[in-house]
């Protein structure tokens, strides 16, 4: 196991190395490149040629790669030009990231309670009603764009529930420790904080859930309907042990792999799509501040938040793998 884990830590650091110096080359190929995102439209030539030697610009991308990732080893990914100009890269990324790992966290945490048992629900009623009603709204959940039902969601539903609309939390004087709102309020006994976090929460991150929900309960119920057909739980059945008892030790288990993966899957998808739910939200995230840095061309800041959302992608994965051998013990021997 440690050196399987060793294995795919060296792996990421490759993943990461490659994906840093495609994205690197690819900024510096786009039409007007930094130099244009800096002086913007009332650059003139000479001013455009002077910035271009002070940026070092002008030498090959090569050696333009080397010397970032020198800066990067100090925390130096460059300074914003759109998201919030004049700020570290870095400390945008920390200021934001606690906003979409929350957002994210809840999203996944609804698609896996949802999913999981509606799942296996479906696959033990196979053909009946419940089960094609389950089928039917899984494909809707995968069907529907995420920017429209969100927007459904803070128009029509917020109005209707008395839910906020936008933001993370309200006009509440509260105290900051991890930037992890929801969390805070119970670190500091702040609770009125963190139940208003979560109504914030609420309504971006049924939104958000809506895609990993449908895909994890199709697995699952793929999953448990394969598994309900082996010999083994015809076994079980026919030596008298209890449905709660073949479940959770045959059932369950057997199908917890290609759900656990899933699962991983999509809690690295939600990076990505929390970009457009952050957009409709308002929600101060990662996301959002990809979708303002493609907008207003800003360099820095999409260099480093693409690299860390593919470090947070693989991360994720990893333990994913990692989790196999708890869920089925034939893995450590492999």
Do not use: C
């Not at 940026?55 to 080397?66: H, K, N, R, T, W």
């Not at 934001?96 to 896996?112: G, H």
């Not at 906020?164 to 006009?171: A, E, L, Y």
């Not at 739910?277 to 907008?295: D, H, N, R, S």
């Amino acid at each position: 196991m440690l050196r399987y884990t060793i294995r795919r830590l060296v792996q990421l650091v490759g993943v990461v190395l490659v994906l840093s110096l495609l994205l690197f080359a690819w900024m510096r190929l786009l039409p007007g490149g930094p130099v244009s995102a800096l002086l913007g439209e009332r650059a003139t030539p000479e001013s455009r040629e002077a910035l271009t030697k002070q940026l070092g610009l002008d030498q090959p991308i090569i050696v333009q790669y080397f010397k970032f990732l020198g800066r990067a080893a100090s925390g130096d990914f460059g300074v914003s030009t759109g998201v919030q100009p004049g700020d570290s890269a870095l400390d945008i990324f920390v200021q934001r990231f606690p906003a979409t790992i929350e957002l994210s966290f809840f999203a996944i945490l609804i698609a896996i309670l949802v999913g999981v048992p509606l799942g296996y629900l479906a696959a033990k009623r196979r053909g009946g009603l419940f089960d094609n009603l389950s089928v039917i709204g899984s494909l809707i959940g995968v069907a529907v764009p995420v920017f429209f039902l969100a927007y459904v969601l803070k128009d029509a539903a917020s109005a209707a529930l008395g839910l906020p609309s936008f933001g993370r939390q309200g006009d509440i004087n509260a105290t900051r420790v991890t930037g992890f709102f929801t969390l805070d309020g119970i670190l500091t006994g702040e609770f009125d904080a963190t139940l208003d976090a979560l109504k914030h929460l609420i309504l971006p991150a049924i939104a958000l859930a809506t895609i990993p929900f449908a895909v994890i309960f199709r697995i699952t119920r793929a999953a448990v309907l394969d598994v309900l057909d082996e010999d083994f739980v015809r076994t079980a059945e026919s030596k008298g042990l209890t449905s709660s008892v073949i479940r959770r030790r045959h059932v369950m288990r057997n199908s917890m792999l290609p759900v656990v993966t899933t699962i991983g899957l999509q809690t690295g998808a939600l990076l990505s799509g929390a970009v457009l739910t952050e957009k409709v939200f308002v929600i101060p995230g990662v996301g959002q501040a990809l979708a303002i840095g493609f907008e207003r061309r800003d360099y820095p800041v999409l260099l480093l938040l693409i690299i860390m959302a593919t470090i947070v992608y693989v991360v994720v994965n990893l333990l994913v793998d990692l989790s196999y051998a708890l869920i089925d013990p034939r893995i450590r021997t492999r």
